[in-house]
């Protein structure tokens, strides 16, 4: 009896390639390792635009505690996850002394349309040129979907009264982060 032949086998679709975001973008400068700030450390000084246009200092918050916290891109799904976690929890955070600032590289005007989204009450910072983000290690080499690039990374730091860093999150779960650093406190 002659064998039977095998079907031949179906072709596979191919995959389709992910969208890249604008987050995805490779950023003209190298990849260099970040590098975050250790606890006891004196937080750098910054002085940047807040979503009204006012400079906000790191100088003109001494004697508060603050939770400074950077994020990637405003509107995206966990960043608002996030922000909306720390919105929840505002009057707790309040409690305790703690002012809440977020940072990303967004500009004002995008700010400003989250913060009115999402009624935001604390205040959230522009960093087009990634200069405080470097200085506190959030800033640094990323992958998405195999490739590399240059971005924002989701760190958060306790600065104490004194100005001094007192706690570190560098593995941030966005769904709990504002209970976490409530725990902390």
């Known amino acids: 009896m002659p064998a039977k032949k095998a079907a031949p086998a179906k072709a596979a679709k191919p995959a389709k390639a992910p969208k890249a975001t604008k987050a995805a973008k490779p950023a003209a400068t190298t990849a260099k390792e ?3 700030l250790n606890v006891g450390a004196k937080a750098p000084a ?3 635009k807040n979503t ?3 400079t906000v200092k ?3 918050l001494k004697g508060k ?3 400074l916290y950077f994020y990637p891109k405003d509107m995206t799904p966990g960043c608002t996850v996030e922000a909306c976690g720390f919105r929840d929890d505002y009057a707790q955070l309040k409690k305790r002394g703690v002012e809440v600032i977020g940072v990303s590289g967004d500009d004002q005007k995008s700010h400003q349309k989250f913060t009115e989204k999402y009624s935001l009450p604390f205040t959230l910072l522009s960093d087009p040129t990634h200069e405080m983000m470097e200085k506190y290690g959030a800033w640094g080499e990323k992958s998405l979907y195999g490739r ?3 971005g924002v990374l989701r760190i958060t730091y306790i600065i104490d009264e004194e ?3 007192t706690h570190v999150f560098d ?3 966005t769904a709990t982060h504002s209970k976490d650093i409530i725990a902390a406190l």
Do not use: N, Q
């Open 58 to 60: 790191l100088s003109d």
């Open 65 to 67: 505690k603050v939770v």
């Open 46 to 48: 910054f002085s940047l």
């Open 148 to 150: 590399k690039y240059m």
């Open 52 to 54: 009204e246009g006012k």
């Open 34 to 36: 970040s590098t975050l």
């Open 163 to 165: 100005g001094r860093i």
């Open 171 to 173: 593995k941030v779960k």
